[in-house]
C-alpha cells in the first residue's frame, strides 16, 4: 500500500484547506491514520489522528481547529484545516500505522500567509 498526500497551498491567514491522503490498496488493516508535519530543521510532529473505531487525537496548537476523519470504503485520509495561522507553515505527510508496519506518504506544502 501507498500514501498519496494532496491538497496543499497557500492561504490566508484565518482561511481554510483540506488535506487528503489518498491509499493505493485498503486502509481497513491500519489501526492508526492520520497527519504529522514537518518544519525545517525540527522533529516531525504528531497533528491528528484517527483510530480504524473513529477515535481521534489531536495534537494541542490544532485543537478545535482541524478535524481528522477516515473513509475506509474510499481507502482516503482527510484533514479539514480551519482558522489556518501562519505557523501552520510546513510540509504535512500522511501516516498509517498497523502493527509491525507503518507508511508515510509524501510530504504536501501549507503556506499560510499573514
Known amino acids: 500500500v501507498q500514501l498519496q498526500a494532496s491538497g496543499g497551498g497557500l492561504v490566508q491567514a484565518g482561511g481554510s484547506l483540506r488535506l487528503s491522503c489518498a491509499a493505493s490498496?485498503?486502509?481497513?488493516?491500519?489501526?492508526?491514520m492520520g497527519w504529522y508535519r514537518q518544519a525545517p530543521g525540527k522533529q516531525r510532529e504528531m497533528v491528528a489522528l484517527i483510530s480504524n473505531i473513529g477515535s481521534t487525537t489531536y495534537a494541542e496548537a490544532v485543537e478545535g481547529r482541524f478535524t481528522v476523519s477516515r473513509d475506509n470504503a474510499e481507502n482516503t485520509v482527510y484533514l479539514e484545516m480551519n482558522s489556518l495561522k501562519f505557523e501552520d507553515t510546513v510540509v504535512y505527510y500522511c501516516?498509517?500505522?498497523?502493527?509491525?508496519?507503518?507508511?508515510w506518504g509524501q510530504g504536501t506544502l501549507v503556506t499560510v500567509s499573514s
Open positions: 501516516n498509517g500505522w498497523r502493527r509491525g508496519s507503518e507508511l
Open positions: 490498496g485498503s486502509i481497513l488493516s491500519f489501526n492508526w
